[in-house]
């Protein structure tokens, strides 16, 4: 809890006063500071998936989201049609955020090192959004994912480009590319939920869990990589 003492009744101090009772709101409902700058559907989306990760789908009500959102009933209600929705709805919010980090700077060419950079940035990225990371696998593994879901997932789309150019370019092995993405997808998932218990690990399997992912994937050309 955050007090201020204050002698006047300005315009300044009564703003001062406002702000730090916004941040005790913050700190006793556990609202994320984030909460304040993202869309009502944001937030929505956001306390969704903090609630469906801490006590599964079936244990959250649209009341709960709705207050641990900070948003009325009706305005969730304004931007998803049903409980359903919003799980489908984080799901590709947080796909889409997770998907984005295997953009890089990196040439092309250099399939290794774009692969090296999109491994670091995929983990990097889970360390530091574990729920998002966690609800991902939750509803991958959940009866939501029903193959219409599967079939409209177009989040994979670009990167599974990029893994086509490189079996052609005979960079990587010519294998089923969905093949190719499953093995990738569960060597990175697995060394993820390593990391998140035994984050004083990271450094060290940084390197080996992309040496192991490398080996996998590249073509037995150039044996000195």
């Known amino acids: 809890m955050i007090y201020l003492s204050f002698s006047s009744s300005n315009g300044i101090t009564l703003f001062l006063y406002t702000v730090i009772v916004l941040i005790n709101v913050c700190y006793n409902t556990h609202l994320s500071w984030k909460l304040f700058l993202l869309s009502k559907k944001e937030k929505i989306i956001i306390a969704a998936i903090d609630l469906f990760v801490d006590r599964g789908f079936d244990k959250v009500a649209t009341a709960d989201i709705s207050k641990s959102a900070g948003v009325a009933t009706g305005t969730l209600f304004h931007h998803f049609s049903t409980k359903d929705d919003i799980i489908t709805s984080s799901y590709v919010y947080a796909k889409r955020n997770f998907i984005a980090q295997t953009k890089t700077k990196e ?119």
């Not at 290794?112 to 990225?125: A, F, P």
């Open 107 to 225: 040439t092309a060419s250099d399939v290794r090192e774009h692969l090296r950079c999109m491994w670091n940035n995929l983990i990097e990225w889970s360390l530091a959004h574990q729920s998002e990371f966690g609800f991902i696998q939750q509803f991958v593994n959940s009866a939501y994912y029903k193959k219409q879901i599967m079939q409209e997932d177009d989040t994979w789309l670009e990167l599974l480009e990029w893994w086509k150019a490189a079996i052609l370019n005979k960079q990587i092995k010519d294998v089923p590319v969905e093949f190719l993405i499953k093995m990738y997808s569960t060597l990175l998932y697995s060394t993820i939920n390593f990391l998140i218990l035994n984050p004083q690990e990271k450094e060290r399997y940084f390197q080996v869990s992309f040496t192991l992912c490398w080996d996998m994937v590249r073509t037995r050309t150039d044996e000195t990589k």
